[in-house]
């Protein structure tokens, strides 16, 4: 989506309202379809001096799966962006957004956001026990017993008889 704003660097306008939707339903991530509904972004683009202002917040369900028993999560998030755009760099600078042709391309500047904004741990609560590494049972739902054979003295032994081989 390109967000036309030649009447705010040009001193003709001094803010826009935004509000708008952006589909990125596509996305794949980590092997995951993180943004399945649509992105809602709310705020404000202002003319400040020499610079546009963009003020404004995503909010969004992200989806993902427990790294431990892959249960889907679904987590309703807020994001912030808050960025200043310009028409040109004059140093390779990462703070600045670069406006070519007056046209700001929302969707790419908010997904950057979106990515950088996301949890590197998924998890479906903080004491999630996973799913049992031998019979693959959720172990949330109860034990599965392979425990009780982990400590099974004839199970050590064979243990310790294959580390000693490796
Ligand atoms: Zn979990
Ligand atoms: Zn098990």
Known sequence: MLINLKELFTGKRETLSLDCALDFSNLEYQGNHPFAQPVRVSGEVSADADVVILRAVADFVYDSACDRCLAEIHRQMRLPIDRVL?????????????????????DELVLEELI???????????????ICPICGKDINMGLCGCRNHSTDPRLAVLEQLTDQTD
Not at 94 to 103: I, T
Not at 121 to 129: G, P, Q
């Open 116 to 130: 950088l904004s996301l949890p590197t741990k998924n998890l479906c609560r903080e004491d999630c026990r996973g």
């Open 86 to 106: 310009v028409t040109s760099l004059t140093d390779e600078d990462d703070e600045f957004v670069l406006v070519d042709n007056y046209q700001l391309a929302l």
